[in-house]
């Protein structure tokens, strides 16, 4: 994998800079987890992947009752990278096991910052209480409290460079050390 960066360090930083910017500026947050880490991995770019996390964002169409977007936008680019394809459904390499053990991963990271992956129950953890994004009202209250503003920016952020790590770390564990373009 050819990337466009010095270093690893320099990838996980534009990688959650880049997302953060994404959910301050469009919100999202599962697709701009996608968008982000689409940019920093350029063959990655699968415009069917990324439209297909529009209702993952809130928890779920903005419900906040599932897992918070970034982390399903994480798993869904996991998934697409290191799951199993309808045309080979049985799986008998049981690649499958390979993404959930990935994905399973992220999830943790998730638990450990946050105690939870749960939308709602991430607004409590860092905005001190949850709002109900599909509530105008509550919608301005959420916006006027930072919700695009810094707070879902920075667990968007957090959840891209946690992507990126996962998915570096596996290329390096499978032999195939993603190559920067400082190296030769």
């Known amino acids: 994998m050819n990337l466009p960066y010095k270093s690893e360090n320099e990838l996980l930083a534009s990688v959650e800079d880049s997302a953060a910017n994404f959910e301050k500026k469009y919100h999202g947050c599962a697709q701009c987890v996608l968008g982000a880490l689409m940019e920093a991995f350029p063959d990655l770019r699968s415009l069917g992947v990324f439209k297909s996390a529009t209702g993952l ?44 053990r990935l994905a399973n991963s992220l999830h943790k990271r998730f638990v450990e910052e946050y105690g939870t992956s749960i939308c709602g129950e991430i607004h409590k953890q860092v905005m001190g209480r949850t709002y109900q994004l599909n509530d105008p009202k509550d919608w301005d209250a959420f916006m006027l409290a930072g919700g695009h503003t810094d707070k879902c920016p920075a667990v968007v952020g957090k959840a891209a460079r946690w992507t990126a790590e996962i998915i570096l770390a596996e290329e390096t564990a499978q032999g195939r050390k993603p190559n920067f373009t400082d190296q030769k």
């Open 57 to 100: 964002g809130g928890g779920v169409g903005l419900s906040v009752a599932g897992s918070c977007g970034g982390l399903t936008g994480g798993v869904m680019l996991l998934s697409y990278l290191y799951g199993r394809n309808l045309d080979n459904i049985d799986d008998p390499e049981e690649v499958r096991f390979i993404g959930y």
